[in-house]
């Protein structure tokens, strides 16, 4: 008689998970790396680390390892039109990170994941406005709440700060990002096919700028906090939110994940509390709770 020694894998027993189970669970990691994403660049300015630094980890390991999907699918990239693909590379690529990354050397997370994630349905809103008309304001009482929560922390936030400046810098990355998303949709670009041409021309821009700054602070961190900083920004934001939140969409729907991704704002500030010290002030918090309560009103059905 013959015995065969059992896997240890097979002792683990998983639970299955329901279609809607594994969505709610996609998104929470969606929201986990969107969250990270700004600690990352606020940890990265304490550390004395320039946007392009972290830049480096952001978009060159993508780029690497998407490399053969790109030049697979050169003929489809090659065909996206030149307008489109600067939208799509100034509003998510680059230009986007190091405006993002240099407003967040001046600013608490708390503040900055309010006003980039948490006004895109009003700056999506303006922009179809301003291309098609007011029938893009039909939500206008919850575009209204955000717009006075952005007023709330531009008066008294950034005044508080002496930093309005940065604040705007926020909200035209808010524009930027806006901008992005209605190019990706019109280029038709899958989410992988976007992550490749996104990662390979920011690393091919990002090369003279190494060049005149190249990344000594980088390479002197700890071992810990650079891989803490390649995991969040290389493989989270760069590969793995790609998947984790088109899992989302398939399993829950647009609407529901758009609705969720409002905690975004309130998940990084409360991690910047616990992680940085970062605790927010009465004006953030209100301008937090109009920003989000707008963006759930506007993810009501019609």
């Known amino acids: 008689m013959q015995f065969r020694a059992a896997s240890p894998w097979a002792l683990i027993r ?20 969107w969250a990270g994403f700004f600690l990352s660049l606020r940890a990265g300015a304490k550390a004395a ?17 998407l490399a053969p999907l790109a030049w697979a699918r050169r003929r489809r990239l090659l065909q996206v039109p030149p307008r489109l693909l600067l939208a799509i590379l100034f509003g998510a690529g680059l230009p986007y990170f190091l ?76 524009l930027l990002w806006s901008n992005y998303t209605l190019a990706l949709r019109r280029a038709g670009l899958q989410p992988l096919e976007a992550v490749a041409l996104l990662a390979l021309l920011s690393s091919l821009l990002l090369l003279p700028l190494l060049v005149w700054q190249p990344p000594t602070a980088l390479l002197a961190l700890p071992t810990y906090t650079l891989l803490l900083q390649f995991l969040v920004q290389g493989l989270g934001v ?24 409002a905690l975004t704002p309130v998940l990084a500030g409360l991690l910047a509390w616990a992680l940085l010290g970062e605790a927010p002030g009465l004006a953030t918090l209100v301008g937090m709770g109009l920003i989000v309560g707008g963006v759930l009103w506007s993810q009501r059905r019609v």
């Open 14 to 33: 998983l639970p299955a998970l329901s279609a809607s189970q594994l969505g709610w669970a996609a998104m929470g990691l969606t929201l986990l790396i």
């Open 238 to 261: 760069g590969l793995v939110s790609t998947f984790s939140f088109s899992l989302a969409v398939a399993r829950l729907g647009a609407q529901r994940c758009a609705a969720a991704g």
């Open 99 to 174: 405006l993002a990354g240099w407003a967040m050397r001046h600013a608490p997370v708390a503040d900055g994941a309010t006003l980039i994630p948490g006004t895109l349905p009003l700056s999506a809103a303006l922009l179809a406005a301003f291309a098609s008309g007011r029938a893009a304001l039909a939500r206008w009482p919850a575009l209204l709440a955000i717009a006075v929560g952005v007023l709330v922390l531009l008066v008294l936030g950034s005044g508080a700060s002496g930093a309005a400046w940065v604040y705007g810098l926020f909200l035209l990355c808010s």
């Open 49 to 65: 680390l320039a946007p392009t630094d972290l830049a480096l980890l952001r978009f060159l390991p993508a780029a690497l390892l």
